[in-house]
Structure formats: C-alpha cells, structure tokens
C-alpha cells in the first residue's frame, strides 16, 4: 500500500543553519506530494506541493523537488529562523487505488532552532 | 486561502457518551475529510465525503463513527459511544477536488475522553 517515511526528529538546528528533512514514499500510481507545518497548537497549514515528477515546490524558503527515481520529496531551507520552530509533515496523495484524495502522512518531524 | 472553522475547539466526555464535532467550510467545496492525530503520533485518515455520501473510510472508521452535512453547510462527526482511545485532535479538511488540489485544515477539535 502507499505510504510515507520521515526522519526521525525532533532535529534542533541553532538560527540561519541548513536545513533537510528526509522523506521518501510508496505509491502505486502517481502521487502527488505535499509539506504541511504544524505550528504549536495549531492545525495542519500546507507548506509546498509538487504534482508531477522533477516539479519542485516552494514557499517561504523551503523547497522540496520530487525525485521519481528515489521516490523522494526531502524538504530544505538554506537559512532556518527560530519563527520555522515547528513539526512537519511529508504527505500523498493518490487515486490509483482509491476512490478519494485522501492524504496518507508521514509520522512527523520536530524542528527546533534556536536563537 | 479556504477557510475552514471547527467547534468545539476542545471537549472533554465520559467514556460512552456521544459527541459531535462540527466543520463550517466558508466557502463551497466539493471534498470533505476527517483526519485524526492522537497525541504525538502522526495523523491518520477517517473518512471522505463527496456529494452527500461516504466516499472512502478507513479501518478506524467504524460503525461507532458517522458523518453528514445535515444542512449543506455544517459537516460533523458523530461518535455514537466514546471510547478512551478515541482521545485525539480531529481534524476537518476541505477540496475543491482532484489529486493535484490542495486540501485545507481546520484548527481541529481536541477531545478527550476519561
């Protein structure tokens, strides 16, 4: 079945470092790939996505390309802000198989950066 | 961006009793989901909802669970006899449909069941 693997967290990165978070995926057609950012105590906000293979998706510094061939879609920022504190997950989204869009999600990663 | 309101924002409830957790899309959407994340673990799909009916739903997604939009706006969740494990954030999400659509979370309601 499809599903999503992330690196384990929590990742603490001191202000204006890089950043990676690894993450790959299982599908049987042709997903497409979103980031979603977990600000505490709060809900599900998208961060990028990416449709179709090579597109490479951004916002606000993150960027994330989807790799067919390594069935990829690591996140990365080339200067992380202590505000960027937050969880992030890697999802799918897939029809093949299934009769909706539903999102399939990685477990998460805790990003910690400090001033 | 859709916006998307959930309520209540928290509720507290004896194991067996029911609750309701409501969604108010603000603007017309074809796709409605409920995800679920229980504290610290990932978020796991339940249920998705097009043109008034049930279009896929998970194995969690039992027959303790049921959905509806009673008045074309308000979309719930209905959880007919709460058990501990049921203790989680739910989320509502909306589309405007396809794969490549984005879908918009709500704030998500946090219950918890003693």
């Known amino acids: 079945g499809n599903s999503v693997t992330q690196m384990e967290g929590p990742v603490t990165l001191s202000e204006e470092a890089f950043l990676t978070i690894n993450c790959t995926y299982t599908?049987?057609?042709?997903?497409?790939l979103f980031w979603y950012v977990q600000y505490p105590g709060e809900g599900l906000q998208l961060l990028l996505k990416a449709t179709k293979a090579d597109d490479k998706g951004s916002n606000k510094g993150f960027e994330a390309t989807y790799r067919k061939e390594t069935t990829s879609f690591h996140l990365e920022k080339g200067s992380v802000q202590v505000s960027d504190s937050a969880v992030y997950f890697c999802a799918l989204s897939d029809s093949w198989m299934d009769s909706s869009y539903k999102l399939i999600f990685g477990s998460g990663t805790r990003l910690l950066v400090r001033p | 961006e859709p916006e998307v309101t959930q309520t209540p924002s928290h509720q507290v409830t004896q194991m067996g009793q029911e609750v309701i957790l409501r969604c108010v899309p603000i603007s017309n959407h074809l796709y409605f989901y409920w995800y679920r994340q229980i504290l610290g673990q990932k978020v796991e799909f339940l249920v998705s909802?097009?043109?008034?009916?049930?279009?896929?739903k998970s194995e969690i997604f039992d027959d303790q669970f049921s959905v509806e939009r009673p008045d074309g706006s308000n979309f719930t969740l209905k959880i007919r006899s709460t058990k501990l494990e049921d203790s989680a954030m739910y989320f509502c999400?909306?589309?405007?449909?396809?794969?490549?659509?984005?879908?918009?979370f709500g704030p998500g309601t946090r219950l918890l069941v003693l």
């Open positions: 599908a049987t057609g042709y997903p497409s």
């Open positions: 999400a909306i589309q405007q449909g396809g794969l490549q659509e984005t879908q918009y």
């Open positions: 909802f097009y043109n008034n009916e049930i279009s896929e």
